[in-house]
DNA sequence: CTGAAAGCGCTTACAG
DNA sequence: CTGAAAGCGCTTACAG
């Protein structure tokens, strides 16, 4: 006999607890899970038993009994070569274990490289049963997953979504740091000011262009060119490659985050513009990056951990049965770097 | 009745399809699963009939029967404010989506912020029979997780482990990468070369500055000072302001990862020194930062994605029973940036 | 408060 | 090849 390994070790049961403490199943179940049914004193009797035999409930039992998965799911679409340097990613992530992790629910990772594919994994996630609730984040206008979960019946929290989504939602509004950003560089003179969007179809692209666009007419100054970017590096230095060989040029431009922001600079740089003598540029999101690079970015600091605790959060009090009120966060916080400064004169 | 949502339509099982096939609940279950034991033609009248009720089947019922959980794990420790400037989150994770999604595993993702902690999810990840596999990653001298492990019973693949472990391993030898990263200098004329390293409590910061070590005794070069850095930016910048004030300074300088050599050359231009001409400087991983700066960094370009999928089929023939050999993928690849320079005369 | 029983949705010997 | 039955480890009415 070879094989001793850890199989042979027949797992302790809620069955072994309730025969070594001499009360029924459903006593036992009762204890363990603090639920009302049992006196006080059985109810210790029991916990030091299970304690003493090393007891520890098998999720599988308790997924079964209780049609739950303890499981939420996250689907992350991604161009494979935009992951790696996405920021998002990592501190949403963070900010949905330090809530979840806690209530002994784990989450389920997709990475999924098209809509189609996205579409699908929240369709097997929900027939699989492997989940009890997803996150709906990064929305694009008419997104097709919101249809898709609602007829699947998966509970589900979206992130920033517009308010007509039939979802509990939790948003931190880009529209107030995006006025900030463009009535900064009004306040510095700059009358002809760009933009370089993200892809169309986000609504969090619209909503950054959108408040650029009003800030724009609030001040009585037309809109400066736009460059339809799709939030990478190499989409920003393009951005700058088109746009600031435009006549008359802008002098300033408001990017839609920073990594095309940094992008951006680096084109500029490129054109042996200077940053911000020449063009002054700001970003989006507060990426570590943003401070590495020189002349430092001035951007707003979003904060998606706080955004996934929040969601987390919520998401939890759907699974309990729950109808969450919306949330929002503070909205981004600008932060001074050195990439603005005086529009040049004529 | 105000509810009429999804919990009514009670779900499609197994049992219903034998029924309507007119068969065993056994012959239903193999022909589902391809097991041998129905005829041909059983099996495919039972199929049909599934397809057409639009039976699913259900994850809870077969991890409880089967004793699996169609989950791996993978536990990411870090300090919070690093994960986000972490690249090879990303693509290992997307790596291993790659490979197990296609045999309808999922990835469950946990963060952890201490050893302490990591060491409890592992625990609990076994106790609760939430997965079915881990990954060791990022191992660590004398890990206490492979005793853990190995105590616990939980199948593992260890990633860039030391060939001790008594586990099936995948690794991308840096040592190669490192001894070409050192020789490239020292065939620039340079004698004096640094080192800034990760913790030295991973095995892979200890595996990189021993190759360079190495290389230069090889040489008959005298190893030049080290700095024990964090892998992190604000290390490499630190690094640099504490190694280059020294007299004499190293003329170049091996970083054990991107994102310090990064942090490294902004120090250098904070002390006023250009790169390459006062300074050559080599990073490792080949993180898009490294092409964003400027110069451009000289570094190893590493493959966790590939890494990442190695260990996935690994994972996934442990489970099934396997005993897969060990592997190796080809070593990081040298990418020329401009870095690097020819030593400064003295 | 306590206990015996059914059920969640599968898989897997075992007998025919 | 086919079928009836037990079992995986829980939860949850239901009756006492």
Not at 199 to 215: C, D, G, I, K, M
Not at 310 to 319: F, G, K, N, S, Y
Request: hydrophobic fraction near 35%; charged fraction near 25%.
């Amino acid at each position: 006999m070879p094989d001793k390994s850890a199989d042979s070790k027949r797992r302790v049961t809620i069955v072994d607890v309730a025969k070594a403490a001499g009360v029924a199943l459903s006593s036992t179940s009762a204890a363990l899970n603090n639920r009302p049914g049992v006196s006080d004193k059985t109810r210790r009797r029991i916990v030091a038993k299970a304690e003493e035999l090393g007891y520890t409930p098998s999720l599988r039992g308790r997924s079964l009994s209780s049609k739950r998965t303890f499981s939420i799911g996250l689907v992350i679409q991604r161009d494979i070569d935009v992951l790696e340097s996405d920021p998002f990613f990592g501190s949403f992530i963070t900010g949905i274990e330090e809530v979840i992790s806690h209530k002994d629910y784990a989450l389920v990772l997709q990475i999924s490289k098209s809509e189609r594919e996205t579409l699908e994994r929240y369709r097997k996630l929900s027939s699989d049963g492997r989940v009890d609730g997803v996150f709906l984040n990064e929305l694009k206008i008419n997104d097709a997953r919101a249809e898709l979960v609602r007829e699947l019946g998966l509970p589900a929290v979206a992130i920033n979504s517009a308010n007509s989504l039939q979802f509990p939602n939790v948003r931190q509004d880009a529209s107030i740091p995006f006025r900030q950003l463009t009535e900064l560089l009004i306040s510095q003179g700059h009358t002809n000011i760009g933009h370089v969007s993200g892809p169309q179809e986000f609504l969090h692209s619209y909503v950054r262009q959108h408040a650029w666009e009003q800030t724009m007419h609030l001040h009585g100054l037309r809109i400066g060119p736009v460059f339809h970017g799709d939030f990478t590096y190499e989409g920003g230095k393009r951005a700058a490659s088109t746009m600031m060989r435009q006549t008359p040029r802008p002098t300033a431009v408001v990017c839609s985050n920073d990594l095309m922001a940094v992008g951006f600079i680096q084109g500029c740089k490129d054109l042996g513009l200077r940053i911000p003598q020449d063009v002054s540029v700001t970003g989006y999101d507060g990426i570590a990056l943003s401070t590495y690079i020189r002349p430092t970015l001035v951007t707003a600091q979003t904060n998606p951990r706080h955004l996934a605790r929040e969601a987390a959060e919520m998401l939890m009090q759907i699974v309990d049965g729950g109808h969450p009120e919306n949330r929002t966060i503070p909205p981004a916080s600008i932060v001074l770097g050195n990439s603005v400064g005086r529009a040049p004169h004529k």
